[in-house]
């Protein structure tokens, strides 16, 4: 979707934008949302946007990230969908540079783009289920780290968010395979962590409970006791606007009540 040539409604709300990024403490900034066309994702992209960063935001089904880029648009914010299968390095690798050569340096990065199989034990699963999930929700994470982190190193800063899972600290029968992403995750996070502090750049991960998305298993829950995507959104937008000099690596997100 070519959203350069808005529509007067949506100039209007770039100036409105313009007038009020003296107060924003994102502006200047570019982020990559994976994952970013409905539900957390598309929370997360709204709320940079809110904060003056230009966002990116990416997945496999064009339809819904050209809808989550109309509507952050039209609400003053600035937002391009690109698709991308973060599991393919040669899309991630043309997503890097389409938004180097456009946009400059990535300098925020949410992996939050994943897939889950909830329906039987491990031992029943099939194979390509199983790759299906390891490959979005772990190897996607590492190719984009490994695509932005060097024009992060290069600009000098960086935040990158890793949205796993309570799953990936607790049990969770019939969702190994999910369960091993969000593990694996929260280990490469850490140790990812640790490489990069001394760049500038900050490495949180964000553990929800049950969120109330398309993905999360909802079978005996009550969806008004759920988390909602704008309750990850928050956290990440806590995360990227700490002072330079604090470092929340870890954010564990219940539900106040259980659902």
């Not at 949410?110 to 390509?128: D, K, Q």
């Not at 049950?210 to 990850?232: C, N, W, Y």
């Not at 937008?237 to 009540?257: C, I």
Request: charged share 15%; proline share 8%; hydrophobic share 40%.
């Amino acid at each position: 979707m070519g959203l350069g040539a808005a529509s007067k409604p949506l100039v209007a709300a770039r100036h409105a934008m313009s007038e009020k990024a003296g107060t924003l403490p994102l502006v200047g900034r570019v982020a990559v949302v994976t994952g970013g066309g409905r539900g957390i994702g598309a929370a997360i992209a709204a709320k940079l946007a809110s904060l003056g960063a230009t966002t990116i935001i990416v997945g496999r089904t064009p339809g819904p990230l050209e809808s989550t880029a109309r509507q952050i648009w039209q609400g003053g914010g600035r937002c391009e969908p690109v698709p991308c299968d973060v599991s393919d390095w040669q899309s991630v690798e043309g997503l890097r540079e389409r938004v180097n050569e456009k946009w400059g340096a990535v300098t925020v990065l949410v992996n939050n783009a994943g897939i889950g199989s909830f329906a039987v034990p491990l031992h029943l699963l099939p194979p390509e289920q199983w790759d299906a999930v390891i490959n979005t929700n772990l190897r996607g994470p590492y190719y984009c780290m490994r695509a932005f982190v060097p024009g992060m190193i290069a600009a000098g800063r960086g935040d990158i968010i890793n949205i796993s899972s309570l799953a990936g600290k607790n049990p969770l029968p019939n969702g190994a395979a999910y369960g091993a992403s969000k593990w694996g995750l929260n280990g490469m996070s850490y140790s990812v962590a640790e490489e990069l502090r001394a760049h500038n750049i900050r490495v949180a991960v964000v553990c929800p409970g049950s969120v109330h998305t398309e993905l999360s298993p909802h079978e005996g829950k009550d969806p008004g006791r759920m988390l909602q995507p704008g309750d990850v959104a928050h956290v990440v937008a806590m995360l990227v606007t700490q002072a330079p000099q604090s470092f929340a690596s870890e954010v564990l997100l219940r539900p106040t009540r259980k659902p």
